[in-house]
């Protein structure tokens, strides 16, 4: 059996146990019922995927992927490609905005590259290159059928290897000159969303240049009839090697019960096609923002996540993904560290003025 | 003249050279500009509070304040009033959620008693208790004019002695039996809002709870006709005697350029006091989260901030402030400690595809 295969069936349900458990905590704790509202679900969710009525997190990854997309010959970033292994630099100085905002939550980076165009020999970046960049997908597909299973089974790897040396949180981060417009096109595809709906300006594009990128997508479904029921053969025709590599490491979290938090389009996109290779492991994924790229909205919809942050933000990198990863860490906290109303001898709530049930 | 008026005229404009600065520092840094949406204004504001061009966070503090309300003879809240100083004791001894969310994000916590109904005598809690317990507002009046004044200008004081011994941002955070109900008129009275519109349930009363709230703060404003064009009248009238404390700590801190965290409901009320005695006061509040209470979005468009967490909280307490007041700090990061293009040698955007100014 293959990895990737063997990794979904090792995808099981959330431990109902233990979730009860955790909400039965919950509602002992020194607050009304309910009104930590997300923290309090996500605490049971934890339960749930950790498997124990205390959940905790202690170390938190963020596993950033880098690739480049042939379809940037086209004309449809506002970047040049050349940003893409300059931005993997960056990444392995300390530099980026993912850097500084993992510093910020006590989070740990990795960095991958699983497809760079140009040769990346910097220490620390992790090679899992499949490719040298996709092919330009207006042509044909933007990858072999192989390609896009040995992309997904090298971001299991990388979830395994993390979740084996301590990490109990993963986050998605990616980097790709141009790579909203194969996210865009995996949601047209899978959702039968517009194309205009699932496509905005990206790094920023000014408005010729978000036609175009429209025309590029439609050109590239059109020519490489990606089968929406087929996950491999959407990634494989109108897909990339960091967005694989990011459906493989939530997976790999999923597989192993641990939580992964989703950053914001590309990584959204990415969670898509986990979710339609597994349906079973959006459980174990996390919304952490909602971009202002326009599809982020219809993926998440399509996902049934609900964001947490409303910040405006479109860089990815994980930048979401790391802010959300703290919030995450303290839902489990409140679970384990608040005081019961039988602790701290506080009154529990009137009985004539309980929650009707009926509205 | 008052400790009020001398901190009202102490309020003063952000510092545009500073905010010019950190402008430009921000389109600098490695990301395209303006991809880190609220974080960028978010720092650019600190720069233009602190003015400097490189703000930096480095001691938080949530205050906490407590009080009760004589409306609860009323039947407005589903806990019993004795809550209040049961839930102080809670915060002094490290139990609640205010309490665990402040040790996630780093934040002290301060709780002040500015007028539990009962004699509170607990280590730790700073005391400035105006009186024990507001009046039943359906009665009358629910505190005299000059105890409205002592409230703000206890809030003042308390501001004052956290930001003299190092804080750099202050939270809000409140705790008192029946708060929402003073809220509600607040916002009622201030921004002309249907009082079905401005009123929730709180703590989770049921629908004839919720019914009964409504008349109550309808017959509360009918007998003592606030005036909507004075603040201390409104807050003296319809108000309680934390909501007077938490305008004080704002105007406090925006007197002494330094950034106040609004949390929820109960602070936004308050904050809506302070900006109504001070408008230029504004511009140094950062809205937290957006409660279920459906009075908050309101509040919050009225005092036109813009909140950044969508967690469906409603407890209060601060928490909201406590987790937000990480995300104000992770921006004064971004700004001080990302590189540049220059530093990390990464190229800028194509010019043939600079973002449109027209669209």
């Keep these: 059996m293959s990895r990737l295969q063997e990794t979904i069936d090792n995808v099981r349900p959330l431990d109902s146990e233990a979730m009860q458990q955790a909400a039965e905590r919950q509602d002992q704790l020194t607050k009304p019922p309910g009104s930590l509202g997300v923290l309090e679900e996500l605490s049971i969710r934890l339960a749930g995927i950790q ?53 910020h939550s006590g989070a740990e980076v990795r960095v991958v590259d699983m497809g760079v165009a140009t040769p990346v020999d910097i220490p620390g970046v992790i090679d899992r290159k499949v490719r040298p960049g996709t092919a330009n997908m207006v042509n044909g597909p933007a990858m072999s059928r192989d390609e896009a299973v040995a992309c997904i089974e090298a971001g299991i790897e990388v979830a395994e290897a993390e979740i084996e040396a301590g990490a109990d949180l993963l986050g998605t981060g990616e980097m790709g000159i141009g790579n909203t417009t194969p996210s865009s096109a995996i949601l047209t595809v899978f959702s039968g969303a517009d194309i205009a709906q699932a ?16 025309e590029v997508i439609r050109r590239a479904i059109e020519r490489n009839q990606p089968d929406s029921g087929d996950a491999i053969d959407v990634l494989a025709k109108v897909g990339g090697l960091e967005i694989g590599g990011l459906a493989g490491v939530i997976l790999g979290a999923a597989a192993n019960r641990v939580p992964v938090v989703i950053d914001g389009f590309i990584s959204s996109a990415a ?38 942050l409303f910040m405006d933000m479109r860089l990815g990198e994980g930048t979401g993904a790391a802010l959300a990863s703290g919030l995450v860490e303290a839902s489990a906290r409140v679970l384990s560290e608040m005081a019961t109303f039988a602790d701290a001898g506080v009154s529990e709530k009137d009985e004539k003025q309980m929650d009707s049930a009926t509205e």
């Excluded at 124990?52 to 506002?78: C, F, N, Q, T, Y």
């Excluded at 496509?199 to 429209?214: A, S, V, W």
């Excluded at 349906?279 to 919809?301: F, N, Q, T, W």
């Design 199 to 214: 496509t905005g300006r990206g790094t920023g594009i000014d408005t010729g240049g978000l036609h175009l990128k429209r």
């Design 271 to 308: 969670a898509l096609v986990a979710a339609r290779l597994c349906p079973a492991a959006r459980d174990y994924m996390i919304a952490s923002h909602v971009s202002v790229e326009p599809g982020h909205k219809l993926l998440l919809e399509e996902l049934g996540l609900k964001p947490m």
């Design 51 to 103: 498997g124990r009525p205390l959940p905790a997190i202690s170390r938190k990854v963020i596993i950033v992927m880098a690739a480049d997309h042939g379809v940037v010959s086209e004309g449809i970033s506002a970047f040049p490609q050349e940003v893409t292994p300059q931005m993997v630099a960056n990444f392995a100085a300390g530099g980026a905005g993912i850097n500084v905002l993992s510093r």
